[in-house]
């Protein structure tokens, strides 16, 4: 059955790959799989038929025959439980890349999430001076931790799996900071998930579908 995932009609980057889409088109192109696009503008996204799919109203979403889904954790995990190449074979290696995939989501993302609103969405805020070192400093903290933890390794834990590749789209949304390079070794790591020739394909269809169409309107 042919899958078919969501994304931005017109994604806020401009298709430089911080969508979430991306992450599920990463993990389509390390397993193989063909897939859909189908884009959502910002007005469906909030419409029934979008809802029906999506509860919150967001992108991804995930269709494969009578299976829906939303949430790229979700849906990075369900590709990786089913196709080879993201999950290790080794039962204890399995659930410690999905620990990961857990951590990427849980621990790592949302100080990186709260800089972009402290930044962009409460910039002219009176708190938001304030408060935006404080995130920072969040951010850094995880980021020491992290990189103690990869050490000299290619890869959280072994070999590439879908932790790295969570891990590495959410470090992403740091690049425009600067603040990953004060962590020279996160930052050769995500160059080396970049490196990878699935992210890059992933890359490339995403800046494909936001500059191959003009904009709806």
Do not use: C
């Not at 911080?18 to 909030?46: C, H, I, N």
């Not at 949304?173 to 990878?196: D, H, M, Q, T």
């Amino acid at each position: 059955m042919t899958i078919t995932i969501t994304a931005f009609e017109r994604s806020p980057d401009g298709g430089m790959g911080l969508a979430r889409d991306t992450r599920v088109r990463w993990a389509l192109e390390e397993a193989g799989q063909p897939y859909e696009v189908r884009p959502v503008s910002f007005s469906a996204m909030k419409e029934p038929a979008h809802l029906a799919v999506h509860p919150f109203g967001q992108i991804p979403t995930y269709e494969e025959s009578d299976l829906v889904l939303f949430e790229s954790g979700a849906i990075v995990l369900h590709v990786a439980s089913r196709h080879a190449g993201l999950l290790p074979d080794d039962a204890n290696a399995r659930v410690r890349a999905i620990a990961w995939m857990f951590a990427a989501l849980n621990t790592v993302e949302p100080p990186i999430l709260e800089l972009v609103t402290v930044k962009f969405l409460e910039g002219d805020k009176p708190w938001s001076k304030d408060r935006l070192p404080l995130v920072v400093d969040r951010i850094r903290s995880r980021l020491a931790q992290l990189s103690a933890r990869l050490g000299d390794a290619d890869w959280l834990d072994g070999a590439f799996s879908a932790g790295d590749l969570m891990m590495v789209s959410v470090l992403l949304r740091l690049k425009p900071s600067g603040i990953l390079n004060e962590f020279p070794g996160l930052a050769a790591y995500v160059a080396r998930g970049e490196a990878r020739p699935a992210y890059k394909r992933a890359f490339a269809a995403q800046l494909a579908f936001n500059t191959a169409r003009p904009p709806a309107g």
